[in-house]
């Protein structure tokens, strides 16, 4: 009885050491798959377009700001925020004339029967 409680155990052990081996091979090949995909980083030295470049503000040519009453600015501002509201989608409305997108036609068989059917749960 001893010998095959020490068997069971050694299957036990050789079987979740399989196990965690495998694991970890799965994830050194994970690891080495994405390696071998992402692409290569250029070693030059111009900057990327997508890193900042700072810029003193005066070897910018940039015209001085124009001064601007509080009138014209909050018809300014107000012009723009009407320009941003026209430019974006609108919402869906649900009225009665607009026809809102449906789910497929199977869908619509199932939740039919299932409204229909007196049985609880699904049939």
């Not at 009885?1 to 196990?19: A, D, P």
């Not at 692409?39 to 997508?50: L, Y």
């Not at 015209?63 to 009138?71: G, L, N, S, Y």
């Amino acid at each position: 009885m001893i010998e095959t409680f020490k068997q069971g155990l050694l299957i036990t052990g050789i079987g979740m050491g399989l196990v965690f081996v495998m694991i970890f091979l799965l994830w050194g090949i994970m690891a080495l798959l994405v390696w071998l995909t992402n692409p290569r980083e250029k070693a030059s030295d111009e900057p990327d377009a997508d890193e900042a470049v700072e810029l003193e503000p005066a070897a910018l040519d940039v015209p001085a700001a124009q001064t601007v009453d509080d009138d014209e600015g909050q018809r300014l501002a107000a012009a723009l925020a009407v320009a941003y509201a026209l430019s974006s989608p609108s919402a869906q409305s649900f009225a009665p004339g607009v026809q809102t997108p449906q789910g497929s036609n199977w869908l619509s068989i199932g939740r039919a029967q299932q409204l229909l059917s007196n049985k609880r749960g699904r049939n």
